[in-house]
């Protein structure tokens, strides 16, 4: 094994935040075995939040949600079919006002796959070309910082708090004028790790020597999966901000667990409800993602991840006992197939 290769490797076995899902999650199973026969209900989860397809657990439309949202709170977004033609999209495109950068994401989504930015509609016509699924073209919110943050609010009670905060940081690189993109990626293991998809989004590109103090972003949008380091920004949870949270969460219909994903200028302007916009909301799915902050272990990581399943279980109940429904066995494992069978098509448009 070549030496890069094998640094590389035992980069990735030494540091749990990037083993795989299964792994880390599989002493969790038996929690959520523990609290599903507590429940009655395999799959409890999909009760916690009811106006969102199956609780936000999987396989909802993101579209959806976002016009759940308070209209000036997220990015401008519309969807796309599987199938439109670049000419109907171009229409789209010019009749809601879109102008590039554009982000394009699946509608369905799944830890940051086939998501990309698009600076002209070249990039788009070539975009829809790789994706097999149906998918949303958003404005680009040019705000500085990203941070995912947790939120619970038990049915019944008017006010929720924050559980967790992640800070994320870009994959950004500084130029030196000597070294190309390349070099610069290879230099930093987390970038590095990422080097594969960079090729195939930016070919040639990465043979380019940026300028020296010349700061180049490669994923303009915080995905642990494409690069981006997770901080735990917990210690950021006060009143003033738990309020403004509060108040967008609660103009979301029995939306009761779930992470919100936000771009923003400072924290002091997010505490003020200013220069904010919600680029994802997600539902019962959601990783309390400040876990993989590179400094916490793997138990603290399991003892966040119990603590919310203990949320999420009281949250479930209490709705079911209000008489929401949750997936039964044979629609949970309905659900489950049709999300296999849609992570082959977005996998599909990496490997592209």
Known sequence: MPVKKFSLFLHKFTHWEYWPFDVVYFPMYFVWFYYAVRARAFFFATAANPKIQNGGFLMESKKEIYDMLPESSYPKTIKIKLGSTPEEIRHEIENFKLIFPLIAKPDIGLRGMAIQKLDTFEDVATYITKIKVDFLLQEYIDLPLEAGIFYVRIPGETFGKITGIVWKEFVIVEGNGVASLRELIETNPRFHLQL?????????????????????????????????????????????????????????????????????????????????????????????????????????????????????????????????????????????????????????????
Request: net charge positive.
């Open 196 to 352: 594969t998809a960079m090729e195939k989004l930016y070919g040639s590109k990465l043979d380019h020597i940026p300028k020296r103090n010349e700061f180049i972003n490669l994923v303009p949008y915080g995905n642990h999966a494409r690069g981006s380091k997770f901080t735990d920004a917990s210690s950021r949870i006060n009143e003033k901000l738990t309020a403004f949270i509060n108040s967008i969460c609660t103009k979301v219909p029995e939306f009761y667990y779930g992470r919100l994903d936000i771009r923003f200028k400072s924290f002091e302007d997010l505490e003020d409800g200013k220069n904010y916009s919600v680029i994802e909301l997600n539902g019962a799915g959601s990783d309390p993602t400040h876990i993989y902050d590179p400094s916490h272990s793997i138990f603290f990581a399991w003892r966040e991840i119990m603590r919310h399943f203990k949320y999420l279980y009281k949250i479930s109940s209490l709705n079911m006992k209000a008489g929401s429904r949750c997936l039964t066995i044979t629609e949970g494992l309905s659900m489950l197939k049709a999300n296999r069978a849609h992570i082959k098509k977005l996998k599909a448009f990496s490997d592209q």
